[in-house]
């Protein structure tokens, strides 16, 4: 089996200070591998060396059989790289990003910024994609965009808290991920894409929507049953 990482002899030095010393490393192609050790082993250096983030003062590193050093451009296009505080280009905004990553993968950029639109225009928007991402973090969060979603019969992908996950059940009519964890939304969007029959499955479990008028109604049933039981308590406590 080809390995996807190999390092030979890595050292990395700031000054008089080794970061890393003389590390060998192979990860065999299909392997999940950690780098464990407390602050100051040198594992934050050996992912910036291997992401072509930084490079290495001496000894060599290969990843999908690419040298890190020589052939960097090779490197980034086959792999992704998330570290803890994401390094965000500040001075782009989110389409010129988009487009950024997709020429340094050398793909086309996919994903597309379709801005504000009019109510009027709901249906022909949502007649144009297959999912409803809402990533928002806001617990109390219930948007008109779920049932938007469910009437025009599309799946949710949601955060996993509050009035989401209320509205949207995984597994069932929409999946989870983990609310602020962008690694949880990757995976949970690639499930979406690659699971074959997913889509149509969540699709056939979709709730009706209910409309207006048979909201008020619920609602002003709802006021008076509570309106009924305040008198009944009331009635009782004057006895």
């Not at 052939?71 to 296009?77: A, F, I, K, N, T």
């Not at 979603?149 to 983990?178: Q, T, W, Y």
């Amino acid at each position: 089996m080809a390995n996807a990482i190999s390092i030979r002899g890595a050292v990395k030095r700031y000054g008089p200070i080794t970061a890393v010393d003389g590390l060998d490393l192979e990860v065999p192609e299909g392997t999940c591998v950690g780098l464990l050790g407390p602050n100051g082993a040198g594992k934050s250096t050996t992912m910036r060396i291997l992401s072509c983030f930084m490079p290495a003062s001496g000894g060599t590193a290969r990843v999908a059989g690419y040298d890190v050093f020589s052939q960097s451009m090779e490197v980034r296009r086959r792999i992704g790289y998330l570290p803890e505080n994401v390094p965000l280009y500040t001075d782009l905004r989110v389409a010129a990003y988009l487009d950024f990553v997709a020429e340094i993968k050398g793909g086309p950029n996919n994903v597309t910024i379709a801005g504000s639109y009019d109510h009027d225009d709901l249906p022909r928007l949502m007649a144009e994609i297959d999912w409803v991402v809402v990533p928002s973090r806001w617990w109390e969060n219930s948007p008109l965009v779920i049932q938007e979603a469910f009437l025009h019969g599309k799946p949710v992908i949601c955060s996993d808290i509050g009035g989401m996950a209320e509205k949207v059940s995984d597994g069932v009519n929409g999946l989870h991920f983990r609310v602020g964890n962008a690694t949880s939304l990757a995976a949970t969007l690639e499930r979406a894409i690659l699971t074959p029959g997913l889509w149509e499955d969540l699709h056939g479990r979709l709730p009706a929507v209910y409309g207006m008028d048979d909201h008020i109604s619920s609602l002003a049933a709802l006021y008076a049953d509570l309106r009924e039981g305040s008198a009944a308590r009331a009635g009782h406590l004057t006895l």
